[in-house]
């Protein structure tokens, strides 16, 4: 399996960006897909994850209402799309997944599969 992020970027204080997590050895709309990030001195938290299902979907409350997961099955490809993004957004995103997982469980360390990260940036 293989997860490939793109999209981060530097984008100002109120701004929307949309990452994307092409997958390659996996059909993404069978399980479980987890967005998480690391800021610099941090750890790792989760930002939101959705089941395969319609409906089920678990968002971290910073970013509830604001970041939306989705998937795309003909590409194979999921998206987190974040809006009014503020200086705290500012961390590497990964996304994940596991062919265990089916709903929108958020712990990463259930997660076997995961992209390389890319990194978001929202200055001051």
């Known amino acids: 399996v293989r997860l490939a992020e793109s999209g981060g970027g530097l984008v100002q204080p109120g701004g929307s960006l949309t990452l994307s997590c092409v997958a390659s050895?996996?059909?993404?709309?069978?399980?479980?897909i987890g967005w998480f990030r690391q800021a610099p001195g941090k750890e790792r938290e989760r930002v939101g994850c959705?089941?395969?299902?319609?409906?089920?979907?678990y968002y971290a409350a910073s970013v509830r209402d604001r970041f939306t997961i989705s998937r795309d099955n003909v590409k194979n490809t999921a998206y987190l799309q974040m809006n009014n993004l503020n200086t705290e957004d500012t961390a590497v995103y990964y996304c994940?997944?596991?062919?265990?997982?089916?709903?929108?469980?958020?712990?990463?360390?259930?997660?076997?599969?995961w992209g390389q990260g890319t990194q978001v940036t929202v200055p001051a």
């Open positions: 994940a997944t596991d062919p265990q997982l089916y709903h929108s469980v958020c712990d990463s360390l259930l997660y076997a599969d």
């Open positions: 050895g996996l059909t993404l709309e069978y399980y479980a």
């Open positions: 959705v089941g395969n299902s319609d409906g089920d979907a």
